[in-house]
């Protein structure tokens, strides 16, 4: 049994950061690709951004370089920092992996075989 548990959202005021943490366990040994998704209130949800194991990246167009993601190949963890934060960054933002190896991060979110329950980000004043 695999799960991913995201952690580190809550509430900020425009401009400032948060950094969110996906930890996966159970018998979880290896993500070839993680991800983080959101889900803004009343609509899709959509891609943030990937990481392959080797370290390729993809970012939605609308992050403009505020965010930054990374993975802890051995501790199969992924972050997302959040800097600039905006109120149209509310969201409840998810985490999914991919157990397979791809040699890009531009995957369909078909591929992800495990997501998290989300954790609640509020940017607001």
């Known amino acids: 049994q695999v799960q991913l548990v995201e952690s580190g959202g809550g509430l900020v005021q425009p401009g400032g950061s948060l950094r969110l943490s996906c930890a996966g366990s159970g018998s979880a040994n290896f993500f070839g690709v993680m991800a983080w998704y959101r889900q803004p209130p009343g609509k899709q949800r959509e891609l943030v951004a990937a990481?392959?194991?080797?370290?390729?990246?993809n970012y939605a167009d609308a992050i403009e370089g505020r965010f930054t993601i990374s993975m802890h190949n051995a501790k199969n963890t992924a972050y997302l920092e959040m800097n600039s934060l905006k109120p149209e960054d509310t969201a409840v933002y998810y985490c999914?992996?991919?157990?397979?190896?791809?040699?890009?991060?531009?995957?369909?979110?078909?591929?992800?075989?495990?997501w998290g329950q989300g954790t609640q980000v509020t940017v607001s004043s």
């Open positions: 999914a992996g991919s157990r397979r190896r791809f040699t890009s991060a531009r995957i369909h979110d078909r591929n992800y075989d495990y």
């Open positions: 990481i392959t194991s080797g370290g390729t990246t």
